[in-house]
Nanobody, 124 residues
Framework: QVQLVESGGGLVQAGGSLRLSCAAS????????MGWFRQAPGRQREFVSV????????YYADAVKGRVTISRDNAKNTVYLQMNSLKPEDTAVYYC?????????????????WGQGTQVTVSS
């Protein structure tokens, strides 16, 4: 069982930055690929980024590529999402997720574990 707790959300002006964190419980964090997703009001949840268990590979959605960096610290059981040059359209609840398969995370089908989300609001 893995429990995920996101933090770091908040209100920021357009062009600003935020770093989201997702702390995971359990001793098997390093065996999971980790992902970030977001869901804006009235919209479906969408994939943002994924990082493999070792941190050796990352992948980003086109909407955030070049502005967002995913990273992880397996010693701290934490995954991060550094977001720069934020836009109002980045406003959403951001969720982290864990699965043994990075591919599963990118498809959003049958992901093992989800966090409860953290709100990010970007003002214009």
């Amino acid at each position: 069982q893995v429990q995920l707790v996101e933090s770091g959300g908040g209100l920021v002006q357009a062009g600003g930055s935020l770093r989201l964190s997702c702390a995971a419980s359990g001793r098997t964090f390093s065996s999971y690929s980790m992902g970030w997703f977001r869901q804006a009001p009235g919209r479906q949840r969408e994939f943002v980024s994924v990082i493999t268990s070792s941190g050796g590979s990352t992948y980003y959605a086109d909407a955030v590529k070049g502005r967002v960096t995913i990273s992880r610290d397996n010693a701290k059981n934490t995954v991060y999402l550094q977001m720069n040059s934020l836009k109002p359209e980045d406003t959403a609840v951001y969720y982290c997720a864990a699965d043994k398969s990075a591919y599963i995370i990118t498809t959003m089908r049958g992901i093992d574990y989800w966090g409860q989300g953290t709100q990010v609001t970007v003002s214009s």
